[in-house]
């Protein structure tokens, strides 16, 4: 799974390695590593503002990133099975 950042200056890659991966689309580095998941990372969501990301994995969680640090913000706990989907809506639409 991949995704772009509403900037448009990140890219996130969400892989069975444990990990979602942002990576600067004007230079293809990677950025940052995101490991703090125990399972399957499935998928990813960026805010408005493109400063946290939520990332969904099989481990039953979804975790909030800050992408200024790397650090996760808040985990979500309680999911019964697999978290494979997120979404954010922080717009102030």
């Known amino acids: 799974h991949a995704k ?5 200056r990140s890219l996130v890659t969400t892989s069975s390695d444990k990990t979602a ?12 590593t995101l490991h703090h998941h125990n399972k399957w990372v499935w998928g990813a969501a960026f805010c408005a503002d493109s400063s946290y990301l939520v990332t969904a994995s099989s481990d ?20 019964p099975s697999a ?6 809506n922080d717009s102030s639409v």
């Open 4 to 8: 772009l950042s509403p900037d448009s």
């Open 21 to 32: 991966k942002l990576w600067d689309t004007t230079t293809w580095e990677l950025q940052s």
């Open 60 to 79: 039953h969680t979804a975790r909030l990133w800050n992408l200024r640090t790397s650090e996760v913000v808040q985990q979500y706990n309680g999911h």
């Open 83 to 88: 978290v494979t989907c997120v979404a954010l």
